[in-house]
């Protein structure tokens, strides 16, 4: 979808609490799903995938839900530090006509970590 | 470390004059990709290699070029950069195209 708007949608957490960050998307033939995290000055940075076979997938200190009925997707840190400050992109892939995947990105969740 | 790299990592360039940013992976990935990306917004795809396969969206401006010689080179051409072309480019690689994207940490591009 189109990215819009000069200021992202903001969570701020106390150090050591849980986030959970949001994103809905567009489309419906989507079948794989990515979060990324973005630190300043840097390329965004692979923290965990879904593939649409499955509603739930666990990493280290991350989950990630996806509920295709809605299609919504969730990242959950658990425990957050200050590492954690960066900005979350979520992204999801799909076929297109071509037979070639697109990858289209989320708006983008800032995630502020108070000490 | 396999990785994705980008040159120069700040380049500045005046308005009109055409303008180069460089990308290297030493991944072995079939797949490049380059992104424009601008302040508090996503990455926006340009245009992609699929091996020698060249793939642009359809809303990439003439001005953005690329090049591919390689496997492990990439490189954007921006002819005739204008003030709104200011922004960090981003480079990327996969496997396939359906594998996760690997970053490079991209190239802050200012126009005077």
């Known amino acids: 979808g189109e990215n819009v708007g000069l200021h992202l949608p903001t969570l701020s957490v106390q150090e050591g609490d849980n986030s959970i960050i949001n994103c809905a998307y567009s489309?419906?033939?989507?079948?794989?799903f990515i979060w990324y995290k973005q630190e300043s000055g840097k390329g965004p940075q692979f923290i965990i995938d879904?593939?649409?076979?499955?509603d739930k997938r666990q990493g280290q200190r991350v989950t990630v839900l996806l509920n295709k009925t809605v299609k919504h997707l969730s990242l959950q840190i658990a425990a957050t530090q200050p590492g954690d400050s960066a900005v979350y992109f979520c992204?999801?892939?799909?076929?297109?006509?071509?037979?070639?995947?697109?990858?289209?990105f989320g708006s983008g969740t800032r995630l502020q970590v108070q000490p | 470390d396999a990785m994705v790299i980008q040159n120069p990592r700040y380049q500045v360039t005046q308005f009109g004059k055409p303008v180069t940013l460089s990308c290297s992976q030493t991944?072995?990935?079939?797949?490049m990709y380059w992104y424009q990306q601008k302040s508090s917004q996503a990455p926006k795809l340009l245009f992609h290699?699929?091996?020698?396969?060249?793939?642009n969206e359809a809303d990439t401006p003439d001005n953005f070029q690329s090049r591919r010689p390689n496997t492990s080179f990439c490189f954007l051409d921006i002819r005739s950069p204008g003030l709104g072309d200011a922004a960090m480019y981003l480079c990327?690689?996969?496997?396939?195209?359906?594998?996760?994207?690997?970053f490079g940490d991209g190239t802050r591009l200012s126009i005077l």
């Open positions: 992204a999801e892939s799909y076929f297109m006509d071509t037979g070639r995947r697109a990858l289209t």
């Open positions: 290699y699929y091996d020698k396969d060249f793939n």
């Open positions: 990327a690689t996969s496997t396939l195209s359906n594998q996760p994207q690997h």
């Open positions: 991944l072995n990935h079939n797949v």
């Open positions: 879904i593939r649409s076979n499955m």
């Open positions: 489309n419906s033939a989507s079948d794989y």
